[in-house]
């Protein structure tokens, strides 16, 4: 019996201590502060350089319709992996852009022809490959956003694996 109140008591004294540190650094996480770049200041993260190029608007891929009050937004990086294994670990890079509300835009497929890098890899021969050591390549991504938050968005980066993010700010 008294096997049975101590589990009784035990059991979910331990999942809540579980839930309450899990918590915890979850938290912790999400409070860490972005690498913040201003202009064309380069910064180091996840191995690799990243600079700012360019955030602007601009048209659509011939024949394509934008839905009423909306433009493209085309965010443009460079990157340039330090080494074989950052090239390999920004492979899962993610960028959105973000107002001064923090309302969030991902990316918009379909919508432009890049020509660039897609994700943080190279499109060529052998199918998308990473980057190499010491080649600087630019990352195109296009966002579709109401027209009047256009030219009020920073543009920021995330890599698999990494605790902080970019904040690319023009």
């Not at 107002?99 to 990316?107: G, I, L, Q, R, S």
């Not at 890049?114 to 499109?123: D, H, N, R, Y």
Request: charged residues 20%.
């Amino acid at each position: 019996m008294l096997y049975l109140l101590a589990v009784i008591v035990l059991v979910p004294l331990t999942i809540a201590l579980e839930y309450v540190f899990s918590a915890q650094e979850i938290g912790d996480r999400d409070q860490r502060p972005p690498i913040v770049a201003r202009g064309d200041t380069p910064v180091e993260f996840a191995g690799s350089r990243w600079r700012l190029v360019s955030i602007r608007p601009g048209p659509a891929e011939k024949g394509a319709r934008l839905p009423a009050g909306t433009s493209l937004v085309f965010v443009t990086v460079e990157v340039t992996p330090t080494n074989a294994a950052a090239g390999k670990k920004i492979e899962y890079c993610t960028f959105q852009v973000w107002n001064e509300d923090d309302d969030v835009w991902k990316t918009s497929f379909g919508l432009a022809a890049t020509g660039a890098a897609t994700g943080c890899m190279v499109e060529g021969d052998e199918g998308r490959t990473p980057i190499l050591a010491g080649r600087t390549v630019p990352v195109l991504t296009t966002y579709l956003v109401p027209t009047e938050e256009a030219g009020k968005l920073r543009a920021v980066l995330s890599v698999v694996g990494e605790k902080r993010q970019v904040e690319f700010h023009r």
